[in-house]
């Protein structure tokens, strides 16, 4: 009988490590599925999250994923999206950015849900007699999270591809300007060149000039005497 429960012991702490493992590979695979540009996903936290929820969060998730406890291969690139997620939700300016996307959100949102209402008179009219509490109760929904969540992606992918996109007219006017300035200087130092190749040789055609000079009065003076005769 000790035997057996001993047995049963050992085979449900090797279960539960299984499970434990199980657990930890699957955490891994979420958080590098997660959309890269919004931290949130990343800890799984709401867009109201506080400072000090960020902090517990990333604490309990990043002991689940490190590579000293997490045997999936990529735990490391997981262990680092979630420590950049943190960085990112802990700077004022960084957080900012991306509630200041939120609240874009949730205006393109409500403007929709406006529309809509126009179209549903019930909806309409409820929502007139709650005096604001049917769309508050609304927007705490999960329909509604989903929609912010999908409409957060949108705003911020649309952000990125402007930034990266104003990013290369920057380096191909720096490349542009960079060029132009090898140019003139190359231009600069041939013209250096050619000057000083000039200088150099001035002596020498000073020379060659005045012994043309010579020969061409000697030529002269032969001429006349030629006519003389």
């Known amino acids: 009988m ?5 047995d049963d012991d050992q085979l449900l702490k090797s279960f539960r490590a299984e499970v434990s493992e199980a657990e930890r590979d699957n955490e891994v695979v979420r958080i590098l599925g997660c959309f890269k540009l919004n931290p949130f996903e990343h800890l799984k936290l709401s867009f109201d999250s506080s400072v000090d929820e960020v902090k517990k969060q990333y604490r309990k998730l ?3 994923v490190h590579p000293d406890k997490c045997k ?6 997981a262990f680092g999206a979630l420590a950049k997620a943190q960085q990112l939700l802990l700077d004022p300016q960084e957080r900012g950015y991306i509630l200041d996307q939120v609240t874009s ?9 406006k529309k809509e209402l126009r179209k549903d008179s019930a909806s309409k ?11 508050e109760q609304f927007e705490r929904s999960d329909e509604f999270q989903k929609q912010l969540i999908i409409k957060v992606r949108e705003i911020l992918t649309d ?8 990013q290369m007219r920057i380096s191909e006017e720096e490349g542009r300007l960079k060029k132009d300035e090898e140019e003139t200087k190359e231009m600069w130092k041939r013209k250096r060149e050619h000057e000083e190749k000039w200088e150099e040789t001035r002596d020498q055609r000073h020379g060659k000039e005045s012994s043309n ?4 009065r000697l030529k002269t003076r032969t001429n006349l005497m030629f006519r003389g005769q």
């Open 159 to 166: 952000k990125e591809w402007r930034r990266r996109k104003m």
């Open 2 to 6: 000790g035997s057996s429960e001993a």
């Open 62 to 64: 990043s002991l689940l």
């Open 213 to 216: 000079l010579q020969g061409s």
């Open 125 to 135: 009219i409820k929502s007139q007699v709650d005096e604001g509490k049917y769309e």
């Open 72 to 77: 999936h291969p990529q735990a490391q690139e």
């Open 105 to 113: 959100a949730k205006e393109e949102l409500r403007a929709k849900r």
